[in-house]
């Protein structure tokens, strides 16, 4: 079966601080892991996936297959990063699992 | 590009009723997913499809049932509606699958009173 866990509902950080929402999996295949984000108002959308290994707007998540995590990581929070943060894993049957996601708030 | 469109944004019905939603999938985009999201949950995978075959499920009952078109546009029927249908039901389309990651509508927000 597929889970994913995020472990904290909320987060808060204070700007130029460095933020870390952290996401474990269950999965007995090869994963694909998501972060999907979803500002006030707006949908969600993906923000990066593991196997492009790509940053984007200054956000990291390395798959740690031993740990089974994919942590979201970003050295100098903004005010503008506050919003929902969702870990989703991909399995072989093309569903996508989403943890319960985070909310992340960075204080002025 | 012009984004995933979903319709109604919002719809009341009664328990028992059934109800339609609908998507138009991003141009070019041929695999359509449908999610059920409740208050303070993550998105649930209700099924997918691809090239207008289902290809994949979740924990949903048969009253849960969809539609693809050649145009790739999308339904999402459910039928005998319980008062726990109540949630955002989110479409999203992908090229090929969720490889190149998924872009999303804004979802209808269903409440069965």
């Known amino acids: 079966a597929q889970r994913v866990t995020q472990p904290e509902k909320l987060l808060s950080v204070f700007k130029g601080a460095p933020v870390e929402l952290k996401c474990n999996y269950s999965?007995?295949?090869?994963?694909?892991l998501f972060w999907y984000v979803q500002y006030s108002r707006q949908r969600l959308q993906l923000l990066l996936r593991?196997?492009s290994r790509e940053s984007i707007k200054g956000f990291t998540a390395d798959l740690n297959k031993g740990e089974t995590s994919f942590h979201l990581k970003k050295p100098f929070a903004q005010e503008e990063d506050s919003a929902m943060y969702y870990c989703a894993l991909g399995g072989s049957n093309y569903k996508l699992t989403f943890g319960k996601g985070t909310l992340l708030t960075v204080n002025p | 590009e012009t984004g995933v469109t979903q319709s109604p944004t919002h719809l009341i019905k009664t328990r028992g009723q059934q109800v339609t939603l609908r998507c138009s999938s991003q141009?070019?985009?041929?695999?359509v997913s449908w999610y059920q999201q409740a208050l303070g949950q993550g998105p649930q995978f209700i099924f997918q499809y691809y090239r207008e075959e289902e290809n994949g499920r979740g924990n949903f009952p048969p009253r849960f049932s969809g539609l693809q078109f050649p145009n790739y546009s999308s339904e999402l029927n459910v039928n005998a509606l319980e008062l726990d249908d109540s949630a955002l039901y989110l479409c999203?389309?992908?090229?090929?699958?969720?490889?190149?990651?998924?872009?999303f509508g804004s979802g209808t927000r269903l409440t069965v009173v």
């Open positions: 999203a389309s992908s090229w090929e699958g969720q490889g190149n990651g998924y872009t």
């Open positions: 141009s070019g985009h041929n695999t």
């Open positions: 999965y007995s295949g090869s994963p694909e």
């Open positions: 593991h196997i």
